[in-house]
């Protein structure tokens, strides 16, 4: 599950302020976002980190519920998600969720399943940390880490139930096409975390980035395709915060859904 060239954990390079620098002192692990050989070498990433002030709420909710809400990175730990939610419920795995609206309301509306929304964006990770809190939620944990060092250093395999990936970074540039989630290793990645059964949920409104994320997670040995092509829309999928962007755009949403055979 490691990768041995991958040792050191740095800071992030964004720009904070003394009140967030101070957040930082609280909990060192919150600054940290990735890890990197010795070299400072870093892998191609999916994200660029982004700034964005904290608001008073979000700051308070860091101080009195980090605890109860975030897991922290630990290369050498592997999580037991029976600890980690305090039963044995299925586990869902989210993938960069943004501000976490979506988040939260299918958190709240299936209580017997547990979620753990993994994002790198501090200013969404505290937002939805601030709204989770404030309706005590019970069956939800945030992650501010990189997804795919979490799922490779700290994710059992055949362990999860699900994943969800919605609107994922696009990167319509053809020369960032590298930097796109949705690639063979990473969907082979996935698939070896699931449960038999489990599925992987994909949304995007960006059209050659669906038809990517069809063909990749066809080419997977191990995963079927109950549709044959784009799945029909979840009625319990609520709009994400970025696909109402889109949809003002008239972009065309295309969903995607595979389970492990
Ligand atoms: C385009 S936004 C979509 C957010 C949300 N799902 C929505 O639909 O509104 C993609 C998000 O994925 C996050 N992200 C990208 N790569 C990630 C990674 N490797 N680990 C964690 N988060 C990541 C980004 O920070 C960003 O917030």
């Known amino acids: 599950m490691k990768d041995g060239n991958l040792t050191d954990e740095v800071l992030t390079e964004e720009v904070f302020t003394e009140e967030e620098k101070g957040i930082f002192d609280l909990y060192p692990e919150l600054a940290r976002v990735e890890r990197r050989n010795q070299n400072g070498w870093r892998e191609i990433k999916s994200f660029v980190l982004r700034g964005q002030r904290l608001k008073d709420y979000q700051i308070s909710a860091l101080k009195e519920h980090f605890h109860d809400y975030a897991v922290v990175y630990d290369q050498s730990r592997c999580l037991d998600f029976g600890q980690v939610f305090g039963n044995g419920n ?74 969800h990936i919605f609107f994922p970074d696009p990167w319509p540039k053809k020369r960032h096409h590298k930097k796109r989630l949705i690639q063979k290793p990473f969907a082979e990645l996935l698939t070896s975390k699931l449960k038999k059964g489990g599925y992987i949920y994909c949304v995007t409104d960006w059209e050659d980035y669906a038809k990517q994320m069809l063909e990749v997670l066809d080419s997977v040995d191990g995963l079927k395709n109950p549709y044959g092509g784009f799945a029909p829309e979840r009625p319990w999928r609520p709009e994400t915060g970025f696909e109402r962007k889109g949809l003002e755009k008239d972009y065309v949403i295309n969903e995607v859904w595979v389970e492990k055979v």
């Open 90 to 163: 299925p586990v869902v795995i989210e993938i960069g969720f943004g501000m976490g609206e979506s988040t939260l309301r299918i958190a709240r509306e299936n209580p017997d399943v547990n979620y753990l929304g993994i994002e790198v964006f501090l200013y969404g990770f505290s937002k939805l940390l601030a709204n989770a809190s404030k309706e005590n939620l019970k069956n939800l944990k945030l992650m501010r880490f990189d997804a795919v060092q979490v799922l490779q250093d700290m994710v059992a395999d055949n362990s999860v139930d699900g994943f």
